[in-house]
């Protein structure tokens, strides 16, 4: 059972630590891991813009800083409570770390949020060409 208030409660906790100096776009994900563990990021902008790390980076930092295992679930908001969106780069990312049925946002999943992924399955049936 997944605990959504928890999870963006936690979320926003890590928004407050965001650098965003020049978006302005505060953002904190927070992340069910299998082991029942909470994991979370915050988006680090660089003055070289495409640098930019988002949210979800971190978070991924640190499901495998903390002992990796498997995304069960991810939240996702701004500093004032606001769900959003994963942008693409970080769709691919919770692929690899939760599959596509990691849930997103309580209302959606990696699998709606990044339908015919390419992922692991692909590398594997390239070797055995
Ligand atoms: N951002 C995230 O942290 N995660 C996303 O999935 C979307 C975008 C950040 C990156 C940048 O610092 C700011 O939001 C504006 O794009």
Redesign the pocket.
């Known amino acids: 059972m997944v605990d959504w208030h928890e999870l963006r409660e936690r979320a926003i906790a890590a928004a407050a630590h965001a650098y ?1 100096p020049y ?1 302005g ?1 505060f ?1 904190g994900a927070a992340g069910l891991a299998d082991d029942g563990r909470i994991v979370v990021g915050c ?1 680090v ?1 660089n003055a070289s813009y495409g640098l ?1 790390l ?3 980076c971190g978070l991924i930092s640190d499901l495998h800083r903390t002992g990796g295992g498997r995304l069960v679930a991810v939240v ?1 908001v701004s500093r004032d409570g606001n769900l ?1 969106n ?2 693409g780069r ?1 769709r691919q990312l919770l692929y690899e770390a939760g599959g596509v049925g990691c849930a997103v946002n309580e209302t959606t999943t990696v699998a709606e949020l990044l339908p015919g992924a390419f992922g692991p399955d692909d590398l594997q049936s390239k070797s055995e060409r």
């Open positions: 965003a978006s776009l953002v988006n902008e930019t988002c949210a979800e996702v959003l994963p942008c970080c």
